[in-house]
Nanobody, 123 residues
């Protein structure tokens, strides 16, 4: 049974950084577009970042452009989300998701999901 497993969440002060990891278990992430999405308490889920199967193309929500970077691990079956200059409004449960097509990145229309990891930005 294949899974997406997120890790790296936690409590960080405003202006700080975190790196989230999305590990593929039982399948190879290289064959899928991978996205990070987040859902804050009482709000709808929103797409944050997406990376194509090749790793060449990336898409970001306007709210995180210039602060977040999505990337594929060079050796491990993992996709990362590096988050810098974190703000309290970035507080949310972050989930990674996979899709069979790179076109899914346009609207974050993903097929399969992990359970998520909580990121809290607070002083």
């Amino acid at each position: 049974q294949w899974q997406l497993v997120e890790s790296g969440g936690g409590l960080v002060q405003p202006g700080g950084s975190l790196r989230l990891s999305c590990e593929g278990r039982g399948f190879t992430l290289d064959y899928y577009a991978i996205a990070w999405l987040r859902q804050a308490l009482g709000k709808e889920r929103e797409g944050v970042a997406c990376i194509s199967t090749s790793g060449i193309n990336t898409d970001y929500a306007d709210s995180v452009k210039g602060r977040f970077t999505i990337s594929r691990g060079s050796a491990k079956n993992t996709v990362y989300l590096l988050m810098n200059s974190l703000k309290p409004e970035d507080t949310a449960v972050y989930s990674c998701a996979a899709a069979n097509s790179d076109f899914a990145c346009r609207n974050f229309d993903m097929d399969s999901w992990g359970k998520g990891t909580l990121v809290t930005v607070s002083s």
